[in-house]
C-alpha cells in the first residue's frame, strides 16, 4: 500500500519569508515517481516537479527547490523569498513503477497563505 | 495548444440522479484519467482510459463508469448520486496509457443537495 502524509494542513507566511512543505511518503516499491502540484483557487492542478526514485539530487528552478531523501522517505519543497502569487494548495504525489499499477497517490495538501 | 478542458464548471443534482461529466484532453494526447477531490482533501483516482477501454481503476463503485471516444474525449457517469459524491472532478490527461507526465484541466464542481 502507498501513503503520502503532508502533516502541514496550513502555513501562513508574510511576503519574502522562505517556507518549506514537508512531504513524507509510504511504499514497499522500490521504484516509484514523486510528484509535486500546485492548486490555484481556479482548481487546476499545476505540474511543478517529477522525480525518480534513483535520482536523489535535489533540484532548484528559481525560487523553489526540492530535497529528496530516501533514507527519511521525504520529498521536501521550499519556496525562498515567497510572493503572493505562490499561495495555493500543494500536493506531493507517489506513483509505483512497479506491478504494473499506474495509480497514483496524492496527499491531502498543505495551504499556503503569502500574506503581503 | 489547447489544454485539457471539462464541462460543465459547475453542477447541482439532487440525491439519487445520474450526472454525465465531460473531458477533452490535451492536443497530442490518447489517455485520460478521472480524479475525485473532496473539499479539502488530495485527488483521488477513479479510473483511467486508454484506446476506448479502461486501464486502471481506483476503489470506486460501479456507479461511476466511463467512457472514451475515438477523438480521446471522455465521459465519467455517475449513477444514483449521493450526498458524499459532492466534490470537484478532475480529467488528466498523458501519452500512451500511462501517468508520467499529466496535464490536469480546472475541474468540474458537482454539488448534490
Known amino acids: 500500500a502507498q501513503k503520502v502524509t503532508q502533516a502541514q494542513t496550513e502555513i501562513s507566511v508574510v511576503e519574502k519569508e522562505d517556507v518549506t512543505l514537508d512531504c513524507v511518503y509510504e511504499?514497499?516499491?522500490?521504484?516509484?515517481?514523486l510528484f509535486w502540484y500546485k492548486q490555484p483557487p481556479s482548481g487546476e492542478l499545476v505540474f511543478l516537479i517529477r522525480?525518480?526514485?534513483?535520482?536523489?539530487q535535489n533540484e532548484i528552478s528559481g525560487r523553489y527547490s526540492w530535497n529528496f531523501q530516501k533514507s527519511t522517505s521525504s520529498f521536501n519543497f521550499t519556496i525562498t523569498a515567497s510572493q503572493v502569487v505562490d499561495s495555493a494548495v500543494y500536493f506531493c504525489?507517489?506513483?509505483?513503477?512497479?506491478?504494473?499499477?499506474?495509480?497514483?497517490?496524492f496527499g491531502r495538501g498543505t495551504s499556503l497563505i503569502v500574506h503581503p | 495548444d489547447a489544454g485539457v478542458t471539462q464541462s460543465p464548471t459547475h453542477l447541482i443534482k439532487t440525491r439519487g440522479q445520474q450526472v454525465t461529466l465531460r473531458c477533452s484532453p490535451k492536443?497530442?494526447?490518447?489517455?485520460v484519467s478521472w480524479y475525485q477531490q473532496a473539499l479539502g482533501q488530495g485527488p483521488q483516482f477513479i479510473f483511467q482510459?486508454?484506446?476506448?477501454?479502461?486501464?486502471q481503476r481506483g476503489n470506486f463503485p460501479d456507479r461511476f463508469s466511463g467512457h472514451q471516444f475515438p477523438n480521446y474525449s471522455s465521459e465519467l457517469n455517475v449513477n444514483a448520486l449521493l450526498l458524499g459524491d459532492s466534490a470537484l472532478y478532475l480529467c488528466?490527461?498523458?501519452?500512451?496509457?500511462?501517468?508520467?507526465?499529466?496535464?490536469f484541466g480546472p475541474g468540474t464542481r458537482l454539488t448534490v443537495t
Open positions: 511504499t514497499r516499491d522500490t521504484t516509484y515517481y
Open positions: 504525489a507517489l506513483r509505483s513503477l512497479s506491478g504494473g499499477s499506474y495509480i497514483p497517490t
Open positions: 522525480r525518480n526514485s534513483f535520482d536523489e
Open positions: 488528466a490527461s498523458s501519452l500512451g496509457g500511462d501517468s508520467y507526465e499529466q496535464y
Open positions: 482510459y486508454y484506446e476506448e477501454e479502461e486501464r
Open positions: 492536443s497530442g494526447h490518447d489517455t
